[in-house]
């Protein structure tokens, strides 16, 4: 059997952050996960070309899935932060980087990293 490679480990990863982010909100049907693995094509692809981006992998998936959803069903993941007013997404920061998170700008907070919306979303708020 072959070690997988730090790619294959850097798309694997991604594609389980970005589920779990999903599965948070309730949103991972099959059309979205098909999204996911779009996104993880494409991104192997990119990669590839530049294997110094290996560690923005996850960020990058984070935020191509967040571009299919809007043109197919709207913003998400939706900003747990903010209350009132018109409801808002979270941005993925950095756009480019390692060690990514969901951000609220309205707010100017780390929400949660990719990949742990659900505890940032889950939790009972005491307001």
Do not use: F, N
């Amino acid at each position: 059997m072959h070690p997988i490679s730090p790619l294959e480990q850097a798309l694997h990863a991604a594609r389980a952050l970005v589920l779990a982010d999903l599965a948070a909100g309730e949103v991972a049907a099959a059309d979205v996960v098909s999204m996911v693995e779009e996104s993880v094509v494409q991104r192997r692809w990119w990669v590839e070309q530049w294997p110094q981006g290996v560690e923005y992998v996850a960020g990058l998936v984070a935020q191509d899935v967040q571009d299919a959803l809007l043109e197919a069903y709207g913003r998400w993941p939706l900003c747990p932060v903010c209350g009132g007013g018109d409801p808002h997404a979270l941005d993925v920061e950095p756009e480019l980087g390692p060690d990514p998170h969901w951000v609220c700008h309205k707010a100017g907070v780390k929400v949660a990293a990719v990949g742990t919306l659900g505890s940032a979303t889950g939790g009972s708020s005491s307001s």
